[in-house]
Antibody, heavy 117, light 107 residues
Framework: QVHLVQSGAEVKEPGASLSVSCKTSGYTFTDYSIHWVRQAPGQGLEWMGWVSPHSGVTNYAQKFQGRVTMARDTSINTAYLELNSLSFDDSAVYFC???????????WGQGTLVTVS | EIVMTQSPATLSASPGERATLFCRASQSITTNLAWYQQIPGQAPRLLIYGASTRATGIPARFSGGGSGTEFTLTISSLQSEDFAVYYCQQYNNWPPRTFGQGTKVEI
């Protein structure tokens, strides 16, 4: 069965960087893209960008360009999110999710709570 | 960027009642629309894709409809576990992958 398992909660100071991993299993890692979505407390879902595990190509939401990096390690079927220059507004739950071509997100990670304090 | 607008923001209903949620896209997305359910403290769960196809394991009381710019999600008879927040998302024209702001279905 398909699983996306994310790293644990983090507490960061303003100006620091967050790093979240998303370890996948149960499917061919390079067949599906990995997207990152975040959710601030009490708010909706915000798409941050995606990475192609096959090629490593990335695309980031304009809001995060310049301070976000998404990457993958095909040897361990894991995707990564890094966000720099954190502010209090970056406190949120960060989710990874997979999709394939023009399709919805059919599997999600459990979420990683990041608190900027 | 395609803007997704959901209504109502909150829907109050009783168990056993029918609930209809709405989602509008700022331009045509054909039927490349998904609905997700999110229970507090959990990740979103895919309910509907292709505007009207139920995802694996989703009960038949959930149905989706629409095309172009207007879409609906109907829950035919609300069960206690259906009280949650529902999001629509377009995947026709991206990046970015845009979500609606959500509809909370409350008792």
């Amino acid at each position: 069965q398909v699983h996306l398992v994310q790293s644990g909660a983090e507490v960061k100071e303003p100006g620091a960087s967050l790093s979240v991993s998303c370890k996948t299993s149960g499917y061919t890692f390079t067949d599906y893209s990995i997207h990152w979505v975040r959710q601030a407390p009490g708010q909706g879902l915000e798409w941050m960008g995606w990475v192609s595990p096959h090629s490593g190509v990335t695309n980031y939401a304009q809001k995060f360009q310049g301070r976000v990096t998404m990457a993958r390690d095909t040897s361990i079927n894991t995707a990564y999110l890094e966000l720099n220059s954190l502010s209090f507004d970056d406190s949120a739950v960060y989710f990874c999710a997979r999709d394939r071509d023009i399709s919805p997100f059919d599997y999600w990670g459990q979420g990683t709570l990041v608190t900027v304090s | 960027e395609i803007v997704m607008t959901q209504s109502p923001a909150t829907l109050s209903a009783s168990p056993g009642e029918r609930a209809t949620l709405f989602c509008r896209a700022s331009q045509s997305i054909t039927t490349n629309l998904a609905w997700y359910q999110q229970i507090p403290g959990q990740a979103p769960r895919l309910l509907i894709y292709g505007a009207s196809t139920r995802a694996t394991g989703i009960p038949a009381r959930f149905s989706g409809g629409g095309s172009g710019t207007e879409f609906t999600l109907t829950i035919s008879s609300l069960q206690s576990e259906d009280f949650a927040v529902y999001y629509c998302q377009q995947y026709n024209n991206w990046p970015p992958r845009t979500f609606g702001q959500g509809t909370k279905v409350e008792i």
